[in-house]
């Protein structure tokens, strides 16, 4: 209970993107309609906002030649990745992934700058079911979107200063968090 619990309180941690806008957004009484940005200058500039992808599976793989190092591996994401941000301001919404990569160095407090923590988990771990809520907290850097494969690869680094006690590890119906 106490794992589960403090995974939530980080999942709903978010960082400051100044600048970063993703989309626009019309909402009435019944139903929220949200259309996919075609560029990064939507109305989110100075909210805190947390990103939500998921894929089929991602595989973490120790990147060979720079211990401590992973890369991570989600496939058949979607072309649009969530968002959303922290009280009291309650936007959401969905960016084109291509959109999102793209804007990673942008700004004065940028990803590439201050890379964002991210937790990866998912339904299954190495084709087991994941009933401990296993999950990794990283460091995400380098995001290279792939379109016409439907993948999203990082690299990665364990936050805190010790490897991971493994070289793969693959999740199934798996979701990562970036804040």
């Given at each position: 209970m106490?794992?589960t619990l403090?995974?939530?309180s980080i ?17 009435t ?9 075609t ?64 804007a ?59 490897a ?7 999740y ?6 970036i804040?």
């Amino acid at each position: 209970m106490k794992k589960t619990l403090g995974f939530v309180s980080i999942a709903l941690c978010s960082l400051s993107i100044t600048g970063y806008a993703v989309t626009t957004q019309t909402t009435t009484t019944q139903t929220t309609t949200t259309q996919p940005a075609t560029s990064t200058t939507a109305n989110t500039s100075g909210l805190n906002l947390g990103f939500v992808v998921t894929g089929s599976t991602a595989q973490l793989k120790s990147l060979a030649g720079k211990s401590g190092y992973y890369t991570i591996t989600l496939s058949d994401v979607s072309p649009y990745i969530t968002y959303f941000s922290e009280r009291p301001n309650r936007k959401e919404g969905v960016a084109t992934m291509q959109n999102f990569v793209s804007a990673w160095s942008v700004g004065s407090n940028s990803f590439k700058d201050n890379p964002p923590n991210g937790i990866l988990t998912g339904a299954m771990v190495n084709q087991n079911t994941n009933k401990s809520s296993l999950y990794q907290i990283l460091i995400l850097e380098s995001p290279q979107y792939n379109a016409q494969t439907s993948t999203l690869t990082f690299t990665a680094r364990p936050l805190g200063t010790s490897a991971l006690p493994y070289s793969s590890l693959q999740y199934t119906s798996a979701i990562l968090h970036i804040n």
